[in-house]
């Protein structure tokens, strides 16, 4: 009798694991929606495929749809061998992510993710999914544009598009546009030359131990000072105008001015 007292509730927690497991299996299935070979499991702060949606559907699915999730890792996404479509914006990934070989995939979006080193997941794009045609990447530090990184603009998107290019030239749309035989010419003329680096901390200083004369060979745009506290001043052009109410102009201008 003391034996089978020891063991039952043993017994009974094992049964609990597993009620526990199945019953996370099925919530995971109820939450998907799975139509005409689509399948959507968005907004469920998942950090993993479950389980559960990898094995009822991985066979039948075309297209996936995983967005607003908590996804750190894809493990399990090489068993959608037919995944022809697959969105992943919204989720947590980084440069660490790993893309199984698929060969009939050719959307993908990692729109809103962690993604910082562009070439590093260009080369993971080049040998995992051979026939992609549609790409975006816009919210990703990596993709340099004014909505996920201030100090960009417009020039710089475009010197990221001609890089892109040149490493994927058989991509049809890129981010929110199509793909133009203009910038497919020029990506391949200069897109290895278009790397967009991003200055990080305080303005770059010569390391340099040198000695140099006053009248240095090094360009400074800035005027010359002779002596400590006398100030110069410059002037450049920016394609930046701002003429709202907070302009730092019109706080020196007084009703008397006017």
Known sequence: MANVSDETP????????TKEEESEHDDSKTQANFKDGQLSFQGMDSEEIPKSLIDEYCKVTHRLDLSYNNLRHLEGLEHFSDLEELVLDNNQLD????????NSLHTITLNKNKITDLNILLEKLKSSLPNLTYLSLLGNTA???????????????QRYRYHVLFHLPQLKFLDSSPVKNTELSEAKRS???????????????SKTTAKTDEKSHYYNPLPQKDNEGQHAGTFGKTKYIYYGRHSEGNRFIRNSDL
Do not use: A, T, W
């Open 191 to 205: 897109g290895p030359f278009m790397k967009v680096v991003r200055l990080e901390g305080s303005p770059v200083e």
């Open 143 to 157: 993709c340099p544009n004014q909505l996920s990184c201030s100090d960009k603009d417009d020039d710089d998107y």
């Open 10 to 17: 043993c017994s009974d927690k094992n049964d609990k694991e």
């Open 95 to 102: 440069d660490n992510i790993v893309l199984p070989h698929l």
